[in-house]
């Protein structure tokens, strides 16, 4: 009878290979996956930069999934100024700018535009194809995971986490290297096993022959095999202490076994305890990503070309008050170099009546009134340069910064007629009003009053503005012998029109303005008068609602700045105007 061993030769090959199986994951995961084809692009593209230099020529590199910049293709070998992993980027191509893409990760973002739609396109392709190409591995594709896609899958279940992985990794080769061992116990206990199995065998074939001949022939096994069983009766001893052993060689064997079956229970456990949390971390992150996706949409990131103003606006007074700064020297340089090209304007047919007459009269007496007050203690000096003071009393309505600003100041060379002439005629507006973007003339009632829509150019980050407003522009009665000159005044307040509604588009803006003039002429005897004789008092009081919520500081520090500087401006602009005419006092403006 012979022993039969195949069993635990069975078990024993099976707990080998599944241990080789689980040891050779890692090589196994990265000869089932292919090497992907790399995915590059190279070229120029405009990306913002900040509030100052806003967009600007960059050179641009796609390569093994990440999108580097450089300033020039030229400074490509003294490194790049900044790069972005595409494996968990967002490539949002923008809804509205048929030429921009926006690539997105957490709190970076990489704003780009292109030169056509076209190009865009190819951006947005080749992007979305480096992306899919280095996504980061997934451990599992749903809750429901076989023991055996467990084993396989190994450390990859992880959600790139760098501890959770490390520590994982750890004790996934601990427990293989206890596994292992165990093996090695099964394969010395297996070895001895065969060794004492023969050994029994061996006994009991000696025994079943002598059994045989027996039967056959009682007398012949009584003298032939005498010998032989003198001899196993020697060694009856060894043959009850081989049995022994042996019982205890399968003992271990058993033991061992079981020590096996725990560890692979107990791995069993850790694995599914594993996928849990990993499962569980999963669904957080894809929240926590949806979440932070809705809100970024919602709240663009400060520094974006996409901020507008507001009371909830990312940006800080200081950071908002740049930008304005920023912006309005950019126009001004714009405007310095535009060559200066009058286009041809549409005439507009005069209108008999104005329905604006009585708000007219009424708004303009007002407007006098300021002007004509002596400055007192509500009134703060904001500027003071040699006869140019300008003045401002803070007020603020509805959270609003609305504050009236006055100004004093006199201009040689030209008259008060001149110079209100150049104010009103809307064919020299473009061209001392650096920040109009366009105008149209709506309603034209008489040579002295017309109704504007003018569009101003968007200072970034405000909202663009626009007005409609009624111009008039009239001779002032002397109110006294000692009133300096001839006085005329160009009175500016805001109206609704139907030919101008309010789309949306623009923030409508409020504005009330004046600019009355005097001219003063000394008595002169023996020659004619000339400009060098010829000095205009000058009065502007201003008074404007900007429509929305701009910070207060930012407006007040940018009208500090801008009011004298507009009023010199508008001055030699009008004085270049007229100083190749003959001089015009007004005299039939008067009459």
Same mark, same amino acid.
Request: charged share 30%; net charge negative; hydrophobic share 35%.
């Given at each position: 009878?012979?022993?039969?061993?195949?069993?635990?030769?069975? %078990?024993?090959?099976?707990?080998?290979?599944?241990?080789?199986?689980?040891?050779? &994951?890692?090589?196994?995961?990265?000869?089932?996956?292919?090497?992907?084809?790399?995915?590059?692009?190279?070229?120029?593209?405009?990306?913002?930069?900040?509030?100052?230099?806003?967009?600007?020529?960059?050179? $641009?590199?796609?390569?093994?999934?990440?999108?580097?910049?450089?300033?020039?293709?030229?400074?490509?070998?003294?490194?790049?100024?900044?790069?972005?992993?595409?494996?968990?980027?967002?490539?949002?191509?923008?809804?509205?700018?048929?030429?921009?893409?926006?690539?997105?990760?957490?709190?970076?973002?990489?704003?780009?535009?292109? /030169?056509?739609?076209?190009?865009?396109?190819?951006?947005?392709?080749?992007?979305?194809?480096?992306?899919?190409?280095?996504?980061?591995?997934?451990?599992?594709?749903?809750?429901?995971?076989?023991?055996? #896609?467990?084993?396989?899958?190994?450390?990859?279940?992880?959600?790139?986490?760098?501890?959770?992985?490390?520590? #994982? /990794?750890?004790?996934?080769?601990?427990?293989?290297?206890?596994?292992?061992?165990?093996?090695?116990?099964?394969?010395?206990?297996?070895?001895?096993?065969?060794?004492?199995?023969?050994?029994?065998?061996?006994?009991?074939?000696?025994?079943? &022959?002598?059994?045989?001949?027996?039967?056959?022939?009682?007398?012949?096994?009584?003298?032939?095999?005498?010998?032989?069983?003198?001899?196993?009766?020697?060694?009856?001893?060894?043959?009850?202490?081989?049995?022994?052993?042996?019982?205890?060689?399968?003992?271990?064997?058993?033991?061992?076994?079981?020590?096996?079956?725990?560890?692979?229970?107990?791995?069993?456990?850790?694995?599914?305890?594993?996928?849990?949390?990993?499962?569980?971390?999963?669904?957080?992150?894809?929240?926590?990503?949806?979440?932070? /996706?809705?809100?970024?949409?919602?709240?663009?990131?400060?520094?974006?070309?996409?901020?507008?103003?507001?009371?909830?606006?990312?940006?800080?007074?200081?950071?908002?008050?740049?930008?304005?700064?920023?912006?309005?020297?950019?126009?001004?340089?714009?405007?310095?170099?535009?060559?200066?090209?009058?286009?041809?304007?549409?005439?507009?047919?005069?209108?008999? &009546?104005?329905?604006?007459?009585?708000?007219?009269?009424?708004?303009?007496?007002?407007?006098?009134?300021?002007?004509?007050?002596?400055?007192?203690?509500?009134?703060?000096?904001?500027?003071?340069?040699?006869?140019?003071?300008?003045?401002?009393?803070?007020?603020?309505?509805?959270?609003?910064?609305?504050?009236?600003?006055?100004?004093?100041?006199?201009?040689?060379?030209?008259?008060?007629?001149?110079?209100?002439?150049?104010?009103?005629?809307?064919?020299? +507006?473009?061209?001392?009003?650096?920040?109009?973007?366009?105008?149209?003339?709506?309603?034209?009632?008489?040579?002295?009053?017309?109704?504007?829509?003018?569009?101003?150019?968007?200072?970034?980050?405000?909202?663009?503005?626009?007005?409609?407003?009624?111009?008039?522009?009239?001779?002032?009665?002397?109110?006294?012998?000692?009133?300096?000159?001839?006085?005329?005044?160009?009175?500016?307040?805001?109206?609704?029109?139907? &030919?101008?509604?309010?789309?949306?588009?623009?923030?409508?803006? +409020?504005?009330? %303005?004046?600019?009355?003039?005097?001219?003063?002429?000394?008595? $002169?005897?023996?020659?004619?008068?000339?400009?060098?004789?010829?000095?205009?008092?000058?009065?502007?009081?201003?008074?404007?609602?900007?429509?929305?919520?701009?910070?207060?500081?930012?407006? +007040?520090?940018?009208?500090?700045?801008?009011?004298?500087?507009?009023?010199?401006?508008?001055?030699?602009?009008? %004085?270049? /105007?007229?100083?190749?005419?003959?001089?015009?006092?007004?005299?039939?403006?008067?009459?």
């Amino acid at each position: 009878m012979a022993v039969e061993l195949s069993p635990l030769r069975s %078990i024993y090959r099976s707990l080998t290979e599944d241990v080789s199986e689980s040891g050779s &994951d890692e090589e196994l995961s990265r000869s089932s996956t292919s090497e992907p084809r790399p995915v590059e692009k190279k070229g120029v593209l405009s990306k913002w930069t900040n509030f100052f230099h806003g967009w600007q020529d960059r050179y $641009i590199v796609l390569s093994n999934g990440t999108l580097s910049y450089y300033k020039s293709e030229f400074d490509t070998a003294f490194g790049c100024k900044g790069s972005i992993s595409l494996s968990s980027a967002s490539i949002l191509p923008h809804e509205f700018d048929d030429l921009r893409v926006d690539i997105r990760v957490n709190d970076c973002v990489y704003y780009l535009r292109t /030169t056509t739609t076209e190009e865009r396109q190819e951006w947005v392709d080749t992007l979305l194809q480096a992306k899919s190409l280095f996504q980061p591995d997934q451990g599992y594709q749903s809750d429901a995971v076989s023991m055996s #896609s467990m084993v396989r899958a190994g450390s990859h279940i992880s959600l790139s986490s760098m501890t959770s992985t490390s520590s #994982s /990794t750890t004790s996934t080769k601990a427990h293989y290297c206890r596994l292992k061992e165990k093996i090695l116990e099964l394969e010395t206990f297996r070895d001895i096993a065969v060794r004492q199995a023969d050994t029994l065998q061996a006994y009991f074939d000696i025994c079943s &022959d002598l059994t045989s001949s027996a039967l056959r022939d009682e007398v012949a096994c009584e003298s032939n095999h005498m010998d032989t069983i003198r001899e196993l009766s020697s060694r009856s001893s060894d043959f009850q202490s081989e049995s022994m052993t042996f019982r205890a060689t399968m003992s271990g064997i058993v033991a061992t076994l079981h020590q096996c079956l725990e560890l692979s229970t107990r791995r069993e456990d850790r694995l599914s305890r594993q996928l849990d949390r990993e499962i569980e971390r999963r669904k957080k992150a894809e929240k926590a990503v949806a979440e932070a /996706t809705t809100n970024a949409r919602k709240n663009l990131l400060a520094g974006g070309p996409d901020l507008v103003e507001g009371p909830f606006s990312k940006l800080d007074e200081e950071v908002f008050l740049d930008a304005i700064e920023g912006e309005v020297e950019r126009l001004e340089k714009e405007e310095e170099e535009k060559e200066k090209a009058e286009a041809p304007k549409e005439e507009v047919s005069v209108e008999p &009546d104005c329905p604006h007459l009585e708000e007219l009269e009424d708004r303009l007496s007002e407007c006098l009134k300021i002007c004509y007050d002596d400055v007192g203690n509500a009134w703060a000096v904001i500027h003071e340069d040699g006869d140019l003071k300008v003045y401002r009393r803070e007020f603020e309505e509805g959270g609003v910064v609305i504050d009236p600003t006055k100004a004093y100041y006199t201009v040689k060379g030209i008259t008060a007629y001149e110079l209100c002439q150049v104010f009103f005629d809307d064919k020299y +507006r473009l061209d001392w009003e650096c920040t109009l973007d366009s105008f149209d003339v709506i309603s034209r009632y008489s040579e002295d009053t017309v109704i504007l829509h003018q569009i101003h150019k968007r200072v970034w980050p405000s909202s663009q503005r626009d007005v409609v407003f009624v111009s008039h522009f009239r001779a002032l009665p002397q109110r006294s012998p000692e009133e300096k000159g001839q006085g005329f005044v160009v009175c500016n307040f805001s109206v609704d029109h139907p &030919d101008a509604p309010n789309t949306g588009r623009c923030v409508r803006a +409020r504005c009330m %303005i004046a600019l009355v003039a005097h001219t003063e002429v000394p008595q $002169i005897e023996g020659r004619e008068i000339t400009r060098d004789d010829i000095t205009c008092h000058v009065t502007y009081h201003a008074n404007i609602n900007p429509g929305g919520w701009v910070p207060p500081s930012a407006v +007040r520090a940018v009208s500090k700045r801008e009011y004298p500087k507009f009023l010199r401006k508008f001055a030699q602009f009008a %004085i270049g /105007t007229v100083e190749q005419n003959s001089i015009a006092f007004g005299a039939e403006k008067q009459t």
